[in-house]
């Protein structure tokens, strides 16, 4: 039988792709190069820039490794709900440098980006809930969405193709311990499927060989780190591009929190309409998935981190201070929101509608009792799903909020987004300058 790896091929080779879909590819180019601006704020982002410096050097591999792991830092990256992946991180730092690399212009860079986001997509939405508890799907999917967008521009053969899914299934790693503790490992994810996945299809350019049957062989992928995988979703027929399904986020922080951040905003609004404080809150109910609760039920955050994956203290601080911002989750803001009452008053239980939901759907429920009354909200789709997309102003204020967490001039930032969203499909990818 053919292989998946060649099945693939051809399924990339097939699918067309419109004018619509470029634009929508360039949304997402823009909200990702605020997303890589802002990680190289941080302090990890700026510990990598400093290996890189001392250690690496600044050639194509490590300048993608570079990209791509500060692209995953801040947690506004987009995500992918049917595969539990966060593409751009990994995708657009590949076809953005060796797009320079190649002298390829915009519309090549897109369209590799499409078919890294497709790969990506695909081979996660197969990989079955068991893998997840373990691996982190970004980093073990990721090498294959790296070498398909690379084998685009790269102009690969159908067999040089083969051997690049190959040579980057045999890299895919990422495991979940680090979120035990709370460390800066998890942006390593990002750099390495990117790093990886460039390196197998540069390598499978020279005639360098990998194996057929990488996803669905014996000794494969699929065998070795899936439990319970789905091998025929990686082939199941859709309606359009994989990066049309991939939502948006608006906050800063592990997107399982958004949909209880939605409906602590919500109710926030109709607590100030009818004049009632959250000093009055007698308690917080909160309803999800299980799986948002086995990554984000942290009544106590340590750290900027530990926060972004705590859904106490994301609710918590939406109740209190509205839209979460960057800051929110750093420094002075940070000790006094973990510190907050209410996070005392708070409790989560998993749902099983919620659960049955998930993952198309990953919705919550927040349930708020102050004295005799109840506010209550419900969230199905969270903001950025495409069933409730950011609109291009909301996307474009995004972007232009984290140049600003960055630093970066606003003429650069403007002068970028214009570039980004409008340039002609024929110009050549430029360097990406952001200081």
Not at 193 to 207: D, M, P, Q
Request: one cysteine or more; a negative charge; proline letters at 4%.
């Amino acid at each position: 039988m053919e292989s998946i790896s060649r099945k693939l091929y051809s399924l990339l080779k097939e699918k067309p792709v419109s004018d619509s879909d470029l634009n929508d590819t360039r949304l997402f180019m823009l909200d990702w190069t605020g997303c890589f601006a802002g990680g190289t704020a941080t302090q990890q982002g700026e510990i990598l820039s400093a290996y890189n410096t001392k250690w690496a050097g600044e050639g194509l591999l490590q300048s993608v490794f570079l990209m791509a792991a500060q692209s995953h830092i801040t947690e506004t990256d987009d995500l992918h709900r049917g595969s539990v992946t966060h593409p751009a991180c990994v995708v657009f730092p590949v076809a953005w440098q060796l797009s320079r690399f190649l002298k390829k212009n915009l519309h090549d860079c897109l369209v590799a980006s499409l078919q890294g986001y497709e790969v990506m997509c695909r081979v996660g939405e197969a990989v079955g809930p068991g893998h997840y508890k373990i691996f982190h799907n970004t980093a073990t999917t990721g090498v294959f969405g790296a070498a398909a967008a690379a084998s685009f521009l790269l102009q690969l053969s159908e067999g040089q193709f083969v051997w690049a899914m190959g040579n980057a299934g045999t890299q895919a790693a990422g495991l979940w311990q680090f979120n035990e503790d709370a460390t800066m490992s998890k942006h390593l994810h990002a750099g390495h499927a990117a790093e990886a996945g460039l390196k197998a299809a540069l390598l499978a350019a020279e005639n360098f060989t990998g194996t057929e049957k990488i996803v669905e062989g014996e000794k494969g992928f699929f065998a070795g780190l899936c439990p319970d995988p789905e091998p025929d979703a990686v082939l199941k027929p859709s309606k359009g591009w994989k990066l049309s399904e991939t939502s948006i986020k608006p906050y800063p922080s592990c997107r399982h929190t958004h949909p209880a951040i939605d409906a602590a905003l919500a109710i926030r609004s109709e607590m100030e309409l009818a004049g009632v404080h959250t000093s009055e809150i007698g308690s917080i109910e909160i309803k999800t998935y299980e799986t948002a609760l086995r990554f984000t039920d942290n009544p106590y955050p340590k750290s900027t981190f530990a926060a972004k994956f705590s859904i106490q203290y994301c609710v918590c601080l939406a109740l209190e201070k509205g839209f979460p911002m960057l800051l929110h989750f750093e420094g002075d803001e940070l000790l006094e929101s973990s510190s907050s009452v209410l996070i005392q008053k708070t409790s989560v239980l998993a749902d099983d509608g919620f659960n049955t939901a998930y993952p198309k759907n990953w919705g919550a429920q927040i349930k708020i009792k102050t004295g005799s009354r109840v506010f209550k909200a419900d969230i199905k789709s969270a903001k950025g799903d495409p069933e409730n997309p950011l609109s291009v102003e909301e996307m474009v204020k995004k972007y232009a909020g984290l140049m600003t967490y960055a630093g970066v001039k606003k003429s650069l930032s403007e002068n970028l987004s214009e570039w980004i969203l409008k340039a002609d499909g024929s110009t050549h990818i430029p360097e990406l300058i952001i200081k």
